[in-house]
Each structure stands twice: as C-alpha cells, then as structure tokens.
C-alpha cells in the first residue's frame, strides 16, 4: 500500500517542477530536500553582509524565463516578478569597447561592425520561433518524433558545430569574443560539438525572451514553485537528507533530482547491478569558482554598455576564452579565467541596501580543485573596471568544495549536472530513448544529469514526470 502517490527527492528547479506536474495531474506529492531551504541552484542568501541577497549559484534566467514549462505555470500568482535588465549581455574589450547582446536584433548587429550581416543572418531563421524551437531542443533527443522537423533539422546543423568552427561565420574580435563568451556556457572546450549551439541558444533567447532575474534573487522562482505545489495539496520537507528509498514513505513512484551515481546509492538493490554500475561511473565535469560582492556603488565599467548589462561576460578574445576553458578542462588553472558576471541590483535595488550593490562572479577551475582563484577573479574585474576593489564592502568566495556543500548534485564543484564534452549533453546519464526511466519502473532521474541538462529550466523535472504519469498511473502521452 502506498503513503503517497509519489515522492520526490531534491527540491532544485527540476525535482519542483516533477512535482509540480506530478500534483497538477491530481497525485498526492511529497518532496525531501538535504538543505534547510527548498531551491538548489535556484536559492538565494544573504551571503556577505547583512541586507545583501546574493544568488548561491544559478542568477541569470533566459531558459527559467524561456522554459516552455515554467513559462506555462501560474507562478506570478505566487510572487514570482521577472525584472529585465535594459541590455541582456555586455562583453567589453580592452579598448573600452563592447559587443552587446541587446533584446534587439538590430542593436547587438550594430555592436558587431563587420559581422552585422553575418550575425543577422545566423539568427534570422528561428526569430519569432522561440517556443516551437525550445520545446523541441529542451528534451531528449530520442524520446519522441520532434513537433517541428524541418525548423529543428535548421537548427542542428548549426548547433550540432563546435562553437570554435560555427565563429569562422565572424571576422571581428567583437563577434568572435561574443559567441565564445556564449559557447563558455557550455562548461567545455570550444571545439566540443555541439558547444556552438549552446552560443546561438543563449543569443536567440536574449531576443526572444530576455535574460531577467526573478526579482528578490533566483530564491523567489524558488519559493513561487513550493507555494504552487503547496495550493495543489503538495509538501517540501526541508532538511531532510535521503540515503535510501527505505526511509521514504511507501509510494508508486519516486522521482530522483540528484547525480546518478546517487540514485545507484539510494536505490540500492531496486536498481539492476548493470545499470548501477553504468551510473557510478557517470563522468563530472570541470568545476567553478565563485566570488560574491557586496559594493558601497555600481561596478565603475571602463565600458558604457556595461553599465546598462545584467550580465557582463570579462574575456578579450575567443583565444583567451578558449584557452580559460581548455586550462579547466584539462586539470590546469587558467592564468587569467573567464568570468560570467551578474550585476542584479542596477535593476532590483531590493537586493541591498540604499545605493549598495551585489555582484555575482565566477571563473572556471578543474574538478574538486583546492586552490583560491580570487586573487585572479578580482584582476580580471580589474581589468575592465578600474577601480573595483576600493567599492568592495565584503567577499564571499566558494571554490568547488563550498559549491558542492552548497548543493550534493554539484559533484567536485561541477555545476552542469556531468561532463558536457562530446555527445554527453545530449545522451545523459546513459544512452537511451528514455534517459529519465530506470529499469525499475517506479524510478526515475530528473535532474540535470538528464536532458536538456544543465541551467534553470524544470524540462528534465518535467519530462521524467510526464514519464511516471504515463508509465506508473496511465495519465496522459509522455
Ligand atoms: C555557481 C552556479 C551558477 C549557476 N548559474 C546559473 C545561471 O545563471 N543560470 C542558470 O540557468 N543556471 C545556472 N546554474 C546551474 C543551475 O543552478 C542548475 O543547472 C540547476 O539548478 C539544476 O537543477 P536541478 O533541479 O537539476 O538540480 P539542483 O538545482 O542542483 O537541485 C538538486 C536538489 O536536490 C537536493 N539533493 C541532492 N541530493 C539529495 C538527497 N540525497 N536527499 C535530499 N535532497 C537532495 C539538493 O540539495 C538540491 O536542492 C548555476 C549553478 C551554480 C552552482
């Protein structure tokens, strides 16, 4: 006899959006979280000083904004506020110059120089197509026929390319910079394929859905998710570290938002002993390192553009944003790092006090590495914004120990959910036409060790419960 129709444990983004489908078909849902807070990688702290909210890990919101699902749920009826930034994107050059990733076609083109007609033409063909286009890329490759061929079979001739092959579209070091900058999502070298269409992705999104923040920090998309499920008669118990299935309540299905080779060790024997074998030996990824700001004033940019940006991407050229990846990937440390910045509160002075700042700041570093990076992070800032470090009230820096501690499902400080080189971000944790499905047919993965993988999004969550609804109650097509 089953306590609950189903459980789920981990309440990231993906584990609250299985519940949240599982609910919504009428199913009684209960979720166990490890941490203190529901959320994951989409929480927010006061991690410096007291009245500065800084994002724990994710802080920038094009797939949150753009997911087919999430966009799809009453969330603003349970707080949650986008805020968009006036310019997506600012990736500054020495020369104080910037490319710039604007909602509008024509203002990034503009940034562009030569490139204009090049960036135009690239984009063209999916503007106006947002939502057919992310249903179709934001789900497993092999589960089902996609619902627009001919505009997905577009796509992934580009997006299938290694973002270093997909820039010989572009001459000028502002385009090249831009889209390796985007690439660097990705968390893989730039001649990784499909690596490329991670850049275009990102770029289509600016124009199409924004890149906002959820006003209060990525913790209120968070707190939207758990006051929905709760009016659909659902339950967070927080604190509340899973080891094994056998502490869980009885239930017909059970929906796992953690790294695989945790659900061999929680599903214990439930699990074929191939198939657990096949998960514990789930490759991670490069990790992380982070330094949060609290500022007495707005970052002093030599660039104008990036006064106007949410988020500031810091790395002169593809060469140097390669090779910042590569370093990471291959075990090294990169001399300068690559930093993706967000700089929330020029937009949503809610996140400190009066004229104070928060800045958001990370660098790549080789998994479960132990050094301190932000000797070299402050640099970089530096770099494009002298003056920087006189503004800094407080640093709070989390290198991938304190990413992981942070949050389980950030193996060694990898915060893509797994290795993304290869076909890996495609095909996770295993080969197969239904990767969310384990052979047990009461358990499945959801996190974003599952397609689409890594980023604030809720499709793995989504998919995996469609799955169980399907396959475990008879509800619905998966
Ligand atoms: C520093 C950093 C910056 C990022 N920046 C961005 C960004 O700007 N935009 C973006 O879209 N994405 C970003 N990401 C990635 C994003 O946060 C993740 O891809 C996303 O949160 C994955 O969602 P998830 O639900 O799969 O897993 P998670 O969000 O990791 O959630 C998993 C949850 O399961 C819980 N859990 C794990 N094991 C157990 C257990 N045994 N028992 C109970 N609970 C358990 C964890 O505590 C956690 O709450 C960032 C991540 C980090 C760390």
Same mark, same amino acid.
């Not at 349970?78 to 909602?103: N, Q, Y």
């Not at 998994?367 to 407080?394: C, H, K, Y």
């Not at 076909?423 to 397609?451: E, K």
């Given at each position: 006899?089953?306590?609950?129709?189903?459980?789920?444990?981990?309440?990231?983004?993906?584990?609250?959006?299985?519940?949240?489908?599982?609910?919504?078909?009428?199913?009684?849902?209960?979720?166990?979280?490890?941490?203190?807070? @529901?959320?994951?990688?989409?929480?927010?702290?006061?991690?410096?000083?007291?009245?500065?909210?800084?994002?724990?890990?994710?802080?920038?919101?094009?797939?949150?904004?753009?997911?087919?699902?999430?966009? @799809?749920?009453?969330?603003?009826?349970?707080?949650?506020?986008?805020?968009?930034?006036?310019?997506?994107?600012?990736?500054?050059?020495?020369?104080?110059?910037?490319?710039?990733?604007?909602?509008?076609?024509?203002?990034?083109?503009?940034?562009?120089?030569?490139?204009?007609?090049?960036?135009?033409?690239?984009?063209?063909?999916?503007?106006?197509?947002?939502?057919?286009?992310?249903?179709?890329?934001?789900?497993?490759?092999?589960?089902?026929?996609?619902?627009?061929?001919?505009?997905?079979?577009?796509?992934?001739?580009?997006?299938?390319?290694?973002?270093?092959?997909?820039?010989?579209?572009?001459?000028?070091?502002?385009?090249?910079?831009?889209?390796?900058?985007?690439?660097?999502? @990705?968390?893989?070298?730039?001649?990784?394929?499909?690596?490329?269409?991670?850049?275009?992705?990102?770029?289509? @999104?600016?124009?199409?859905?924004?890149?906002?923040?959820?006003?209060?920090?990525?913790?209120?998309?968070?707190?939207?998710?758990?006051?929905?499920?709760?009016?659909?008669?659902?339950?967070?118990?927080?604190?509340?570290?899973?080891?094994?299935?056998?502490?869980?309540?009885?239930?017909?299905?059970?929906?796992?938002?953690?790294?695989?080779?945790?659900?061999?060790?929680?599903?214990?024997?439930?699990?074929?002993?191939?198939?657990?074998?096949?998960?514990?030996?789930?490759?991670?990824?490069?990790?992380?390192?982070?330094?949060?700001?609290?500022?007495?004033?707005?970052?002093?940019?030599?660039?104008?553009?990036?006064?106007?940006?949410?988020?500031?991407?810091?790395?002169?050229?593809?060469?140097?944003?390669?090779?910042?990846?590569?370093?990471?990937?291959?075990?090294?440390?990169?001399?300068?790092?690559?930093?993706?910045?967000?700089?929330?509160?020029?937009?949503?002075?809610?996140?400190?006090?009066?004229?104070?700042?928060?800045?958001?700041?990370?660098?790549?570093?080789?998994?479960?590495?132990?050094?301190?990076?932000?000797?070299?992070?402050?640099?970089?800032?530096?770099?494009?914004?002298?003056?920087?470090?006189?503004?800094?009230?407080?640093?709070?820096?989390?290198?991938?120990?304190?990413?992981?501690?942070?949050?389980?499902?950030?193996?060694?400080?990898?915060?893509?959910?797994?290795?993304?080189?290869?076909?890996?971000?495609?095909?996770?944790?295993?080969?197969?036409?239904?990767?969310?499905?384990?052979?047990?047919?009461?358990?499945?993965?959801?996190?974003?060790?599952?397609?689409?993988?890594?980023?604030?999004?809720?499709?793995?969550?989504?998919?995996?419960?469609?799955?169980?609804?399907?396959?475990?109650?008879?509800?619905?097509?998966?």
């Amino acid at each position: 006899m089953a306590d609950v129709d189903a459980v789920v444990v981990g309440a990231g983004p993906n584990g609250l959006t299985a519940a949240v489908t599982l609910a919504r078909a009428g199913l009684a849902v209960h979720v166990y979280e490890a941490e203190a807070t @529901a959320g994951g990688g989409a929480r927010t702290a006061e991690l410096t000083l007291p009245g500065f909210r800084h994002d724990v890990c994710s802080a920038v919101h094009p797939l949150g904004a753009g997911s087919p699902v999430l966009s @799809a749920l009453p969330l603003e009826a349970h707080g949650l506020r986008w805020v968009h930034p006036a310019l997506p994107l600012a990736h500054p050059f020495a020369d104080g110059s910037a490319a710039t990733l604007a909602r509008s076609v024509e203002e990034t083109a503009a940034s562009l120089g030569p490139d204009a007609a090049a960036y135009r033409r690239l984009v063209a063909p999916f503007l106006g197509r947002w939502d057919a286009l992310a249903g179709d890329v934001l789900r497993a490759p092999l589960a089902s026929w996609p619902g627009h061929p001919l505009l997905l079979a577009r796509f992934g001739v580009r997006a299938g390319a290694p973002a270093a092959l997909l820039a010989r579209l572009f001459r000028g070091r502002h385009a090249r910079g831009l889209f390796a900058g985007l690439a660097a999502h @990705a968390i893989a070298p730039l001649r990784t394929p499909a690596t490329g269409g991670v850049a275009l992705l990102f770029a289509l @999104a600016a124009h199409e859905v924004g890149w906002p923040f959820p006003r209060g920090g990525s913790q209120a998309l968070s707190d939207a998710l758990v006051a929905y499920l709760e009016s659909l008669g659902g339950r967070v118990v927080t604190g509340r570290r899973v080891r094994s299935l056998e502490e869980l309540p009885a239930a017909r299905a059970y929906v796992l938002d953690v790294m695989p080779e945790q659900l061999a060790a929680i599903a214990g024997d439930r699990l074929p002993r191939r198939y657990a074998e096949r998960l514990r030996r789930y490759r991670h990824g490069p990790a992380v390192f982070k330094v949060d700001y609290a500022l007495s004033g707005p970052v002093p940019w030599t660039s104008e553009a990036c006064r106007r940006a949410g988020t500031v991407h810091l790395g002169p050229s593809m060469e140097e944003i390669g090779g910042a990846l590569r370093s990471a990937y291959g075990g090294g440390v990169p001399r300068v790092p690559f930093l993706i910045t967000s700089q929330p509160t020029l937009f949503d002075p809610s996140r400190a006090p009066d004229g104070r700042h928060v800045l958001w700041a990370y660098g790549h570093v080789p998994n479960g590495w132990t050094g301190d990076l932000s000797a070299a992070i402050e640099r970089q800032i530096e770099r494009f914004a002298p003056g920087f470090g006189e503004l800094v009230l407080a640093r709070g820096a989390a290198g991938p120990e304190r990413i992981a501690e942070h949050d389980a499902n950030n193996v060694g400080g990898d915060i893509a959910g797994g290795a993304c080189d290869g076909l890996r971000l495609l095909f996770r944790p295993t080969v197969a036409r239904v990767p969310y499905a384990t052979p047990n047919p009461a358990i499945y993965l959801c996190s974003s060790a599952t397609p689409p993988g890594p980023g604030v999004h809720g499709m793995g969550g989504y998919h995996a419960a469609r799955y169980a609804l399907r396959r475990v109650f008879g509800a619905g097509a998966g």
